[in-house]
């Protein structure tokens, strides 16, 4: 059988995003390969949603290019998002992977088996008959990662996952997050947490006002940022 195409390299060339007169994204160019996670940061509306967006083909740019693996116009087979707040269908938990299963093409008769597995691996078995709109919100989190690797995605791009979860469910959503990088997923993760970035990020791209301000390797970020705003940013202050 001939493999599906790789989504990687990731590369915005020149790209820029606008809406309504406003310019969101800026001239970004920008190469995403495979490796260690690849988390975004930078102030509240500098366009990290938006970035992630265009990476998973739900926008097109104003002007550039998006291309993955050097295709500009790949179907999202081997790429998959999970937002701050997930939509959950209106089934069980179970039924909710197995829906990410049929859109990932899985046959049917593999789809209970592989349903359990995923379940399994994000802590969620035990649940699988519980309507997915009455777990809670770390369950939902876990959940819509489950629904997102069934995917099985070469690229998972991740809003803020844990923006609105308690340290317990933080940790358990992030070692989901690691075991999916090590097994070999590319990581690209939005993030308000400086601690979550110490903890998971292999390189940081900080955004500001829709451009680029920073990439670095993470502890290069963390301990000795390049630019005034980055450093700024790291200390806890304002950047405008």
């Not at 940061?41 to 050097?70: D, F, I």
Request: some cysteine; proline content about 6%.
């Amino acid at each position: 059988m001939r493999a599906a195409p790789s989504d990687l390299p990731l590369v915005l060339d020149g790209v820029s995003l606008a809406a309504g007169g406003t310019t969101i994204l800026d001239r970004l160019n920008l190469t995403i390969m495979p490796g260690a996670p690849t988390l975004i940061v930078g102030p509240n509306g500098s366009g990290k949603t938006s970035l992630l967006r265009l990476c998973m083909g739900l926008a097109a740019p104003s002007k550039g290019t998006v291309s993955w693996g050097g295709r500009t116009h790949l179907p999202q087979t081997r790429r998959a998002i999970v937002f701050q707040k997930p939509v959950m269908l209106r089934r069980s938990a179970a039924a909710n992977v197995a829906y990410g299963l049929a859109q990932a093409g899985c046959p049917r008769a593999l789809r209970a088996r592989r349903t359990e597995e995923l379940l399994d691996r994000v802590g969620l078995l035990a649940l699988a008959s519980r309507p997915a709109r009455r777990l809670s919100g770390g369950e939902q989190q876990r959940l819509a990662l489950a629904r997102a690797l069934a995917r099985e995605p070469e690229i998972l791009l991740l809003d803020e996952p844990t923006a609105s979860l308690d340290p317990a469910a933080t940790r358990f959503v992030e070692e989901i997050i690691l075991a999916a990088a090590q097994s070999g997923t590319k990581i690209v993760m939005a993030s308000h947490d400086l601690g979550q970035v110490r903890r998971l990020a292999g390189d940081v791209l900080f955004l500001v006002r829709g451009r680029i301000c920073e990439r670095a390797d993470a502890a290069d970020f963390l301990d000795r940022p390049a630019t005034p705003e980055a450093a700024a940013f790291v200390q806890g202050e304002l950047v405008i």
